[in-house]
């Protein structure tokens, strides 16, 4: 559950942005009681650095986030965030890739990476007498990747590989036919990885091309947790990038993705992808709400009531009840100007009509009658638990103080955000729930059936 907003805590006045300054501006953005001392900087290249200091951890996570994702490439680009996430790890102007590898493993470090529709992550963790390393290390590796030819070649078969893999797992494939099923042709309904077509044609030269007028200081924001000093992070991080393509002229921070006029997406439909599974796997859902949306802790408790663990209606009417699936529940996804909410099971083909039907009668009902008093306590107290237990490691501090400055360009205290979960009443959660389970239903499936399986 992310906050939103537009200006950060700080002692109630609105940060100095660096904005074509000269000179780095640092705020003390909170002391949380349920966390460490939260800081940032700005620096004259528009880079943020933010850092919450827990001194009791003798770990950091130390993650670069960059404001670029798949929904950012053109069509013929599909895959380009990816592959180039891919391919920073292989090599720069001073390591190799065995170099980059080997010396965050000497040290028992593990660095990784991942790529969503709107963002891309880069990070380390490590013992914190390491984080001089670890900062020099990733800082090399997205600032100043040499993106070699043969690189290029190796990563491609790599990552045809990965999409191969993928089209093998039928339970990850039903998200993606689903997001097409909503989205259609829309960068959001795409592929994260791109597909054969747009992978295999990829130069070299687009690839570059799309890493130096994408990952700028502006779109990036540098999150690290754990026990250190947040000074002393700064002017590492500012050691690490001089003489990069990072070290920029004065420039102001970039703001968080603006939501577009309107996301065009599909009237409701059905997509099937024929397999010989020995399970089928099914999706049903609808637009949700973005992820600015201030109805988003009400979505989050009638998430939680419907399908967001055992004691929810789904999984107790259609496994605890019936024994027609191992595995359903609900979700929501939410983008900056577009959401998603749907129910998946996985099932034996032959129950898949039975599952659906249960599933189409439960989603009425909540539409209909809404939830109950203790649905709604029950909701909250799943939706604050798993927030602060979410908190107790290192990496997921380090991913908080990133996504609160890149996607919302806010960090809402924890406090507040428990207290935005309390404040859910019934007629919140009713309210949506008539609303959103109101909405015309797309299906995606995948398994041994065909589209005429399922039409009316």
Request: net charge negative; hydrophobic share 40%; glycine share 10%.
């Amino acid at each position: 559950m992310a906050p939103s907003g537009a200006g950060w805590h700080a002692a109630g006045s609105q940060p100095e942005r660096a904005g074509g300054s000269a000179r780095a501006v640092t705020r003390t953005l909170s002391d949380d009681p349920l966390g460490g001392t939260v800081r940032r900087t700005v620096l004259p290249s528009g880079l943020r650095v933010l850092t919450e200091a827990i001194p009791a951890m003798r770990s950091v996570s130390f993650g670069i986030w960059v404001a670029v994702g798949s929904r950012d490439e053109t069509g013929p680009q599909a895959g380009a965030a990816h592959f180039l996430e891919h391919l920073l790890f292989k090599g720069t102007k001073k390591r190799t890739a065995m170099e980059i590898s080997s010396e965050i493993e000497a040290v028992g470090g593990e660095t990784n990476a991942f790529t969503t529709k709107e963002y891309t992550c880069y990070y380390a963790r490590v013992l914190d007498e390491d984080l001089p390393l670890a900062i020099d290390v990733m800082c090399d590796a997205v600032a100043d990747s040499v993106l070699e030819p043969a690189d290029v070649e190796t990563e491609r078969g790599v990552i045809l590989e990965e999409i191969a893999m993928h089209d093998d797992e039928p339970g990850d494939e039903v998200h993606d036919l689903f997001a097409r099923a909503v989205y259609g042709d829309h960068p959001l309904g795409r592929l994260i990885s791109g597909t054969e077509e747009t992978v295999t044609p990829m130069t070299r030269r687009q690839i570059q091309s799309f890493y130096r007028r994408r990952y700028t200081p502006p779109q990036i924001v540098i999150a690290a947790a754990g026990n250190l000093d947040h000074a002393t992070v700064v002017k590492l991080v500012r050691q690490a990038l001089r003489g990069t393509p990072l070290d920029t002229d004065p420039a102001t921070p970039a703001a968080h993705r603006p939501a577009t006029p309107e996301v065009r997406t599909e009237p409701p439909t059905t997509l099937v992808e024929p397999k010989e599974t020995e399970q089928a796997h099914v999706i049903l859902g609808c637009l949700g709400i973005d992820r600015t949306d201030e109805r988003r802790f009400a979505l989050g408790v009638l998430n939680n009531v419907l399908g967001g663990g055992m004691s929810s209606r789904l999984f107790q009417e259609i496994r605890e009840r019936r024994g027609l699936a191992y595995s359903v529940y609900s979700y929501a996804s939410q983008y900056a100007d577009s959401g998603l909410f749907a129910v998946y099971a996985g099932c034996a083909p032959g129950k898949v009509d039975e599952v659906l039907k249960l599933t189409r009668a439960e989603l009425a009902r909540v539409a209909a009658d809404g939830i109950t008093a203790a649905e709604l306590a029950r909701g909250k107290g799943m939706s604050k638990g798993s927030f602060v237990l979410g908190l107790e490691d290192t990496g997921s501090r380090m991913s908080r103080l990133a996504k609160g400055e890149l996607l919302y360009g806010d960090l809402m205290p924890v406090d507040e955000l428990l207290a935005q979960v309390d404040a859910v009443t019934l007629d919140d959660v009713n309210t949506l729930a008539a609303e959103l389970l109101g909405r015309p239903m797309s299906l995606a499936v995948v398994g041994p059936f065909g589209e005429a399986d399922f039409t009316a």
